[in-house]
């Protein structure tokens, strides 16, 4: 049987003293990542048993909004591409990525 491989990603969050997230950083090392800083994070995994999604998203207090911003309109691009990938179900993309486009033009990313 052949030796199984795992691979490690690591987040850690340094805190102020009300517990308010100031650094963000993250090392995947089969990725060849160590110590990357981040301003913002947002986390989802799948709990199959309760049939729910569980999440973290945390920010840095200097996170500023246009940033954030720009942010999720990224991820909402990279969730249609995801959701696209996972379904094969190209309506439901387009109407994902008509949504996306209609944030960005009232956000005036574009």
């Not at 340094?14 to 997230?21: M, S």
């Not at 990725?31 to 945390?58: C, F, P, R, T, Y």
Request: net charge negative.
């Amino acid at each position: 049987m052949a030796k199984l491989h795992t691979s490690e990603i690591t987040l850690k969050v340094g805190l102020d003293e009300n517990q308010v997230p100031e650094e963000l950083t993250w090392s995947a090392q089969d990725g060849g990542i160590e110590n990357e800083k981040a301003k913002a994070m947002l986390l989802s995994v799948w709990d199959s048993k309760n049939q729910e999604s569980l999440k973290i998203d945390l920010w840095t207090k200097d996170m500023p909004v246009d940033e954030m911003k720009v942010f999720f309109h990224q991820t909402l691009v990279s969730l249609s591409d995801t959701f696209m990938k996972a379904t094969q179900d190209e309506k439901m993309t387009a109407t994902m990525k008509d949504f996306c486009a209609y944030f960005a033009e009232k956000l005036d990313l574009k």
